[in-house]
């Protein structure tokens, strides 16, 4: 498919996405929560923590998408709206973790990005300070709060964005080099040599050493939680756009090389890709991750990228054809989004995969405003 072709399915796609929003923001914009899922035909808040669910991000961060793709106010309206609730959260500490990336580099990061309001950076810095306040100086970022003290997720990768921008920001190094010690700690014992990760790794917090790599969200220990090996991709393509090491550029491709042959049969990832044949388990979020990795990789690669973009466009147009919803009455988009492969939340909509499919859709028509 040449790239023009591309370019032509992402403008038609952006239109029914900007259509599809129109009725979302009408539904969502009175509500005391952030969207998180659909019950029912109407948005629901996340399972628990309140303004602290770790998705809490995404839904600005559709909007500001939107925002630098066309300009319209309506999407900086309910940005807005979503940012003043979010900073409530600051205020309930013991149930913020370490995806304060996910919710401020995104929602408050992306609008002091596009519109320098100083009050937006504010909260983020302040979201910055708290994520170098979980850095374990055996080099990793705790994740989970309470007796986890040295749990690391996969999940984590992302989340650095929010420590570069703070170090570019501020021009103080601290937060840059705590997000290089994690990857590199990520990288020695997450990353599998044949290019699938891990999705938990428990430390010693006092030493460092690696006490156990229990299951997580996919199937079980050892296996390949897509949606974790989607977060290792494009982390790790982050880490490298911010820090020029090509280590990790290096790991992203590699992660991106076992990626596609697990799911190139119909380029709608499984939950797990070690999972039992039946039942078919899918995750739509995992490949819309995925794909904006990919288009990130082939983006710094140039030419010896393509391959990169061929398969992250597959991926967007898979789930576009098969598993979007684009009816009025229904506010999300995708629905073959799965929390964890053994929880209840099977093949629902998920803010974070709409946002990545928005991400890829304006990334294919060449807007790169934000930037993780
Ligand atoms: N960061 C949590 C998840 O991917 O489900």
């Not at 997720?153 to 190094?173: G, H, K, V």
């Not at 982050?238 to 550029?249: C, F």
Request: glycine share 8%.
């Amino acid at each position: 498919m040449s790239h023009t072709e591309q370019h032509r399915w992402a403008e038609q796609t952006l239109a029914k996405i900007q259509r599809k929003t129109f009725h979302a923001i009408q539904q969502a914009k009175d509500l005391p929560f952030i969207p998180y899922t659909v019950k029912d035909h109407q948005w629901q808040e996340g399972p628990f923590d309140g303004l602290c669910w770790w998705t809490n991000g995404f839904w600005p961060a559709q909007m500001w998408q939107l925002f630098a793709a066309t300009g319209e106010p309506q999407y900086l309206a309910e940005a807005r709206h979503a940012e003043t609730m979010l900073d409530q959260a600051f205020a309930d500490f013991d149930h913020l973790h370490h995806d304060l990336g996910f919710m401020w580099r995104i929602s408050s990061g992306f609008d002091f990005d596009l519109t320098g309001d100083p009050k937006r950076r504010e909260s983020t810095l302040f979201a910055a300070n708290l994520l170098a306040g979980r850095y374990n100086p055996n080099g990793f970022i705790r994740a989970w709060n309470e007796d986890k003290t040295g749990w690391v997720i996969i999940d984590c990768m992302m989340n650095l964005s929010l420590l570069y921008w703070a170090s570019e920001q501020t021009r103080d190094p601290r937060f840059r080099l705590m997000a290089q010690k994690h990857a590199d700690t990520v990288l020695r014992h997450f990353i599998r040599p044949d290019g699938t990760s891990e999705h938990i790794v428990v430390f010693d917090p006092e030493t460092g050493a690696v006490i156990d790599k229990p299951g997580g969200q996919g199937y079980g220990a050892g296996t390949v939680w897509s949606r974790g090996q989607a977060w290792a991709l494009y982390g790790f393509a982050i880490s490298y756009r911010h820090t020029g090491k090509q280590t990790y550029l290096n790991a992203a491709r590699r992660v991106a090389d076992a990626f596609i042959p697990c799911v190139c049969k119909d380029w709608l990832p499984d939950c797990d890709f070690r999972q039992p044949p039946e039942p078919i388990v899918k995750d739509d979020s995992a490949g819309a991750i995925a794909a904006c990795g990919m288009l990130e990789l082939a983006e710094v690669l140039g030419d010896t990228g393509e391959a990169y973009r061929t398969a992250a466009y597959a991926m967007l147009r898979a789930m576009e054809a098969q598993h979007a919803d684009w009816s009025e009455a229904y506010p999300a988009i995708l629905t073959h989004c799965t929390g964890a492969y053994h929880s209840q939340e099977r093949h629902i909509a998920m803010v974070y995969g709409d946002y990545y499919l928005i991400e890829g859709v304006c990334r294919l028509l060449g807007n790169t405003k934000l930037r993780w």
